[in-house]
């Protein structure tokens, strides 16, 4: 098993910026990918960024790409996710994700990671 806990959310104003971290554990698949996927409310998950193993491979939401950015420490098997002009429209709830395959994960498909975390509040003020 793998786990995965979220931490950095919390309310911001429009224009603002905020950093969230997840830190995996367990079993964790040494090629496994990670990412974020986030649910608004009254909405479904959707993607949010990737990032392959060696982090040498990124992939974004389109509305995101050029806001925030996804990194990571393979060492510490953590992921970070810089979240800079934040927008109302950003306000979710930001969920980490790790799958074995960076391929499956960028479909953006919510049925494809295999692990999630429990997810960290993210609300934008307008």
């Known amino acids: 098993q793998v786990q995965l806990v979220e931490s950095g959310g919390g309310l911001v104003q429009t224009g603002d910026s905020l950093s969230l971290s997840c830190v995996a554990s367990g079993r964790i698949v040494e090629t496994s990918a990670m990412g974020w996927f986030r649910q608004a409310p009254g909405k479904g998950r959707e993607f949010v960024a990737a990032i392959s193993w060696s982090g040498s491979s990124t992939y974004y939401e389109t509305s995101v790409k050029s806001r925030f950015t996804i990194s990571r420490d393979t060492k510490k098997n953590t992921v970070f996710l810089q979240m800079n002009g934040l927008k109302p429209q950003d306000t979710a709830v930001y969920y980490c994700?790790?799958?074995?395959?960076?391929?499956?994960?960028?479909?953006?498909?919510?049925?494809?990671?295999?692990?999630w975390g429990q997810g960290t509040q993210v609300t934008v003020s307008s």
């Open positions: 994700v790790l799958d074995p395959a960076f391929v499956d994960l960028i479909r953006g498909d919510p049925s494809e990671p295999e692990y």
